[in-house]
């Protein structure tokens, strides 16, 4: 079974004039565990690639794109954002998903990257019809 949640995020500074937010997934397959950094544009490129599987897909919420301003300290808005992030990434792996959908979301996880680790013929998705 995968479980995963968004934990904490960090600012990366590319250089003098860019900064950007990356959050940090821990990740759970049967006993192993990662932790993975996503930003939130790739949160948002697999709920597109969903859609794209099944656009009738209901979908929990997911926060909208606004531009956060990265200070030396974390803005309510970029903890905001991660907890909605987390409900999202935690909703998706509470529901039922076709098969396409459940790929991508293993992908997102790096699921694959450990699958030498995973035990075959193991269930990794929740036996609640995922």
């Known amino acids: 079974m995968i479980e995963a949640s968004v934990v904490g995020h960090e600012v990366v500074d590319t250089d003098q004039e860019k900064k950007h937010i990356t959050y940090i997934v821990n990740v759970k397959s049967n006993d192993l565990f990662w932790t993975i950094k ?47 992030l987390d409900l999202f990434l935690r909703g998706l792996l509470a529901r039922p998903m076709p098969e396409l959908a459940q790929i ?27």
Request: charged share 25%.
């Open 38 to 84: 996503r930003r939130y544009r790739e949160f948002l490129k697999l709920l597109n690639i969903i859609h794209q599987i099944d656009h009738h897909l209901e979908l929990p919420a997911f926060p909208k794109k606004r531009v956060i301003k990265v200070l030396g300290f974390p803005p309510p808005d970029i903890v905001d954002r991660q907890n909605k």
């Open 104 to 130: 991508e979301i293993l992908r997102f996880l790096e699921v694959y990257s450990h699958d030498d680790l995973v035990p075959q013929n193991q269930a990794i998705w929740a036996t609640n019809g995922l």
